[in-house]
C-alpha cells in the first residue's frame, strides 16, 4: 500500500511532550485508572460544564457504558438517525432492542426532526438517540416538548463534536440525560484510544462508574473488595492513554483554530464545480472533518490516489449493514450521503499552506 502525501487525517503528535509525561507515569506505577484518568476526568468536567465525567476506553465503549444505564431490554423501541457509525445503534443490537432509523434532511447529516419526531409519537420509545456528526450540534424545540410528555430516555453521540457549541453557547452533547464522546485519534481531540461519557445526574454516574468496572461501584476500583451491584465490563482506561489525552486537551484552543482555518480554506477556495463543499451549520460548530458531495466516489479516489491524496469515504448508513437488512422502508437523505459525501485531507497536523497545495490538486479534478 503506498504512503500518502497527504494523508485524509493528520493529529498533532507532541511527541517530546508525550514522552517526558509518560516517563512521569510509567514511574508512579499506577498505568490503568490512576492520577492522569482523574486530571482527565476534571478537566473535562470544567471544560463541558458538566457535574459528573466517566473516561473510558473509547467512544465504542461509552456508548455501550450508555446504553447499559439506560437499562434497555428485549424488544425495548430505539430511534436512531440513519446516518451515523455502527457503534451508536450495536449496543442496542446486542440488547436484542427494537432499533428504528430516522433519515436525515436532504445534503445534511443532521436527522430530519420533523420525520423523528413523528416516529417518536407514533412508537414511543424507551430511547432516542441524537447525533451531533462532524461538530454539528442536532437540537429541537418539539422534541423537547416530546421529552418532557413520554419521558424516553436521550443519548447524545456527539463522537465528533467535542469542540462545538450550540448557539446558545452550551456545549454539545451536554444537554440531555446521558453525553458519549471519543477520544480516538481521528478526533478534534484524542488519547490514542478514548472516550466518555457525561451526565449531570448522580444516579447515571454511579451506574456508568460500575459498567465501566465490572460491576462495581467504588470509584478507586483497586482500594477495596466489594460485590458487583450490577452487570458491568472491564472498560478502565489506561493512565498511559490519559496522560497523552490531558496534553491534547490542553492544547484544544490550537486545535480549534486549526480546525476552522482548515474548514475555511477548503470552503472559500475549492472552486471545482465537480466537488460539492458541505457547509456545516451552527454559529459555534468546529467541524472535525472538511468533507465533499462527489458524483463518481470511485473515479475521485482514483484520482487522489494516484497524486497521493488520502480520502476517506466517510460514514455509511445503518440501514446498509447486514443486521438491518431485508428492512422494507427507504431513506433517500442518508443512502445519498453513504454514495457520495467523501472526508477531505483535514485535521489539526496540517498547515493551511498543505491544504492550499491539496486544494490547487482537487480543483483540476
Known sequence: MKIKKYPWWKPIYLSKSYIKLLSKVVKNKKLTTGDQTQKVENYLKKFLNVKHVVLTTSGTSALMMATMAASIKPKNIVLSTNFTWVATTNPSKIMNADVKLVDTEPYSEKVCFKTLNKKI????????????????????????????????????????SILSKTDSKDPCGTYYDIGCYSLSITK?????YGGFCTTNSDKLAKKLIAIRNNGLKSQEWFLKWELASMIGLNLKPSDLHSAIGLI??????????????????????????????????????????????????????????????????????????????????KFPNSIFLSKHLVRLPSGPGYKVKEIAKIVNILNKY
Open 121 to 160: 409519537i407514533k412508537y414511543k420509545p424507551k430511547l432516542v438517540f441524537l447525533v451531533h456528526l462532524n461538530g454539528q450540534a442536532t437540537y429541537n424545540k418539539k422534541f423537547n416538548e416530546l421529552k418532557k410528555k413520554y419521558k424516553f430516555f436521550v443519548i447524545e453521540d456527539a463522537a465528533q
Open 188 to 192: 478534534h481531540i484524542n488519547m490514542i
Open 248 to 329: 491534547n486537551l490542553q492544547k484544544r484552543k490550537f486545535v480549534e483554530k486549526n480546525l476552522l482555518d482548515i474548514y475555511n480554506y477548503y470552503k472559500k477556495n475549492l472552486k471545482n464545480p465537480k466537488i460539492r463543499f458541505e457547509n456545516i451549520e451552527g454559529k459555534f460548530s468546529v467541524p472535525c472533518y472538511a468533507q465533499a458531495f462527489v458524483k463518481n466516489v470511485k473515479e475521485f479516489i482514483n484520482y487522489c490516489a494516484k497524486r497521493k491524496i488520502g480520502v476517506h469515504t466517510g460514514l455509511r448508513c445503518i440501514s446498509e449493514t447486514e443486521p438491518f437488512a431485508g428492512k422494507k422502508e
